[in-house]
């Protein structure tokens, strides 16, 4: 969600339609008033919108805009709603809040993003790189391509090979020490984001050259004596705020009161539990290393970017996660099967 100065109360999901017009009405005359929080005020009375529109369900909802809205024209509507829908892919370094975009800039960011029809998983990769809307797959080793495919604005975003010897398609995971820093140096220059062994994180941050401006503990429950992981965050700052978890004591009358002012939660610790991808979880492939996708999704909530780009992607859980969240994103690997299961994965999931 984006946050402002003066951000847009974001309500309950339970007000009733009486006080959803009433707010609309009212996030609809500050988006024109204030020219300066538009884009905030729209997508507030976006998502508004939204939910009157599903309260009221098919046939009803036009009149009813009429009737209760009747400042509020259809266009608007849509174009609020569209806003809403897409509202992440409207953060970034350079756009840190929606409100520093004109309405009409932001619309030009949300075409771009679903300008690309997704190609079938059957047809071959052109060139070695096939694309699913603002999602790209780039077939090839990462230290050939990044330095093409990189761009200002760009954060890397990556569960890096932990070289311990895993087996991989075609990628030998046991590399000689300078070979493996070599790789990590070209790979993983800040602003970056690493999933690691913690004892590893040590080795990439001198590698790389940098402290890690913060961390979290991404724990599992697992059957070995290790049952956690270092998400490292290089370079830029992660903003937790943006991810929200419930409160752990609801009933204390403070969090009480919080949660009456609108507030969804409080903001995420710094040790998330996310169990791995087991045999057993719908997500598995055939991937042997690979992240969940809730590690990723989590990761881009709190990391505005214009873009992210994985140099190790293997079977694409960066990938569905920024296409979920309507975000950008480059993945790289250098197996071509892999490349074919990041590709099904993302051409399974709705457009
Ligand atoms: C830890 S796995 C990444 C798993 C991934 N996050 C996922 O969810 O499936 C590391 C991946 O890096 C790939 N890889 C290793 N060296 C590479 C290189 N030089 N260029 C591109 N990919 C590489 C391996 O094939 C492997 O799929």
Known sequence: MIRG????????????????????????????????????????????????????????????????????????????????????????????????????????????????????????????????GAIHIHHGDC???????????????????????????????????????????????PPCVIISYPELMFRIAMIIGM???????????????????????????????RLRQPYRNPTDARVQELIANGSEGAASYDWWLIEQTKNVSAEKTCHLAQTPVEVMRRILMVTPALRYVDPFCGSGSLLVAAKELCRAAIGIEQSSAYCQIARQRLSAMPA
């Open 5 to 132: 100065d003066g951000p847009a109360r974001i309500p309950p999901p339970h007000l009733v339609l009486a006080d959803l017009a009433a707010d609309i009405e009212r996030e609809h005359r500050l988006a024109i008033a204030s020219a300066c929080d538009a884009v905030a005020h729209a997508i507030a009375a976006g998502r508004l919108l939204l939910q009157a529109k599903r309260q009221i369900g098919h046939g009803g909802w036009l009149p009813w805009l009429a009737a209760k809205c009747p400042s509020v024209s259809i266009r608007s509507a849509q174009v609020y709603m569209r806003l809403a829908e897409c509202a992440p892919s409207l953060t970034g370094p350079n756009t840190q809040r929606a409100a520093y975009f004109s309405l009409r800039a932001a619309l030009r960011v949300i075409a771009q993003h679903r300008s690309a029809p997704a190609l079938s998983t059957q047809e071959p990769f052109l060139n070695g790189h096939a694309r699913h």
């Open 143 to 189: 230290r050939a391509l990044l330095p093409k495919l990189r761009r200002d604005g760009d954060i890397i975003v990556s569960d890096v090979p932990y070289n311990v010897g895993i087996s991989y398609d075609g990628y030998n995971d046991c590399l000689p020490s300078d070979e493996y820093a070599g790789l990590i140096r070209a790979a993983c220059q």
């Open 211 to 241: 402290e890690p401006s913060r961390a979290v503990a991404w724990v599992y429950h697992a059957n070995t004596p290790r049952q956690w992981r270092l998400i490292c965050w290089f370079g830029v700052e992660p903003d937790f705020a």
